[in-house]
């Protein structure tokens, strides 16, 4: 399973601002712009695995009056889905639920927790999200209720520190005990769309990697055998070709992930010559083949940066981190 967000993780959209909102409302689909990348990444992924062994699931706090606008924005751009779930806020305003509305933990985590269903618990998760809220915080809290590592009883004391309605804290705590525990989230990808320094996650642990584009996102699947090498180099043909992406910043990127630690120097060069053969059989213009023609030796470049900040295992304080989102959703 591959568990997206939406807006500033697929979408670049814009809600800071009362205008920008409105602005964003009446947009066509083919109007909305996806974050460069991500469309190519999920085709991949959807391709990677057998006829409907990997299952897309968009979870996004949208109102759901914009399915239809969103749904066909999706078709556009060749993706497809097995679930979309979107935040009842024409609901919420109108029974007076005004900070649901901005609340995403009583939204996201129950609806994270609820489409897991019947799966079984041997499927292994992805989610994908952002830094624009707190992703951070509701994918690793739902990770570990499905690893056993938090219980729903932890989940009911952190819960009663962000001071929200008492009915929806205990939905969120009765479907934490009704999860199939033993299931594993793989890996947490934040895209730092506000450009929040990677360090700010570290709290975090290992599990969740901060990404600055889709393409350093693709090269960690890969290290996790979730992707092939073709299917990484196609995500960079995407951005190159569709975004204009400079070589230079995929490969600055690259280095960036050397360093903290999320890919090894082994599997770069291992990489950087598939993609040095693979190159001939890209379906592109000859201009843009000639561009990323540099890129296999950048990445051998980037073999040599030195690890400086590696990933380590954390006990994450929860409460903390729920009072603090709830504070900044407040404020």
């Given at each position: 399973m591959f568990r997206w967000d939406l807006d500033k993780t697929y979408l670049q959209t814009d809600f800071d601002g009362v205008r920008a909102l409105l602005r964003t409302a009446?947009?066509?689909?083919?109007?909305?712009?996806?974050?460069?990348?991500a469309a190519a990444l999920l085709r991949e992924l959807r391709a990677a695995g057998p006829a409907g062994a990997h299952r897309i699931c968009?979870?996004?706090?949208?109102?759901?009056?914009?399915?239809t606008v969103l749904t066909e924005k999706l078709r556009l751009d060749g993706v497809e889905f097995d679930e979309f779930i979107l935040k009842p806020n024409l609901s919420n305003l109108l029974r007076g639920r005004f900070r649901m509305m901005r609340e995403q933990v009583h939204y996201k985590l129950p609806a994270l927790l609820a489409g897991r269903g019947d799966v079984p618990a041997e499927v292994p998760e992805t989610l994908f999200g952002d830094d624009a809220e707190s992703d951070a915080v509701i994918y690793s809290?739902?990770?570990?209720?499905?690893?056993?590592?938090?219980?729903?009883d932890d989940?009911?004391?952190?819960?009663?520190?962000?001071?929200?309605?008492?009915?929806?804290?205990?939905?969120?705590?009765?479907?934490?005990?009704?999860?199939?525990?033993?299931?594993?989230v793989r890996q947490i990808f934040i895209l730092l769309d506000r450009r929040s320094p990677p360090a700010r996650f570290d709290p975090f642990g290992e599990r969740l990697v901060p990404v600055y584009n889709y393409f350093q996102a693709a090269l960690a699947l890969l290290s996790q055998g979730l992707l092939a090498e073709p299917a990484a180099l196609r995500v960079a043909l995407a951005m190159v070709s569709h975004f204009d992406y400079a070589i230079d910043a995929l490969a600055n990127s690259v280095a960036d992930l050397v360093r903290r630690g999320r890919v090894t120097a082994a599997l770069l060069e291992a990489t950087a010559?598939?993609?040095a053969e693979g190159l001939s059989s890209l379906d592109t213009v000859e201009s843009v083949r000639e561009r990323l023609a540099a890129l296999p030796d950048r990445l051998f470049e980037a073999c040599r940066t030195r690890v400086v900040h590696p990933p380590t295992p954390v006990a994450i304080d929860y409460a903390f981190w729920l009072a603090e989102g709830r504070n900044r959703s407040h404020k």
């Open positions: 009446r947009e066509k689909a083919s109007q909305k712009r996806a974050v460069p990348g968009f979870v996004s706090g949208s109102p759901r009056q914009m399915r809290l739902y990770a570990d209720l499905l690893a056993g590592v938090a219980t729903a989940l009911s004391d952190w819960l009663k520190r962000t001071k929200l309605y008492p009915e929806d804290q205990h939905r969120v705590v009765e479907l934490a005990r009704k999860v199939r525990v033993g299931a594993s010559q598939g993609f």
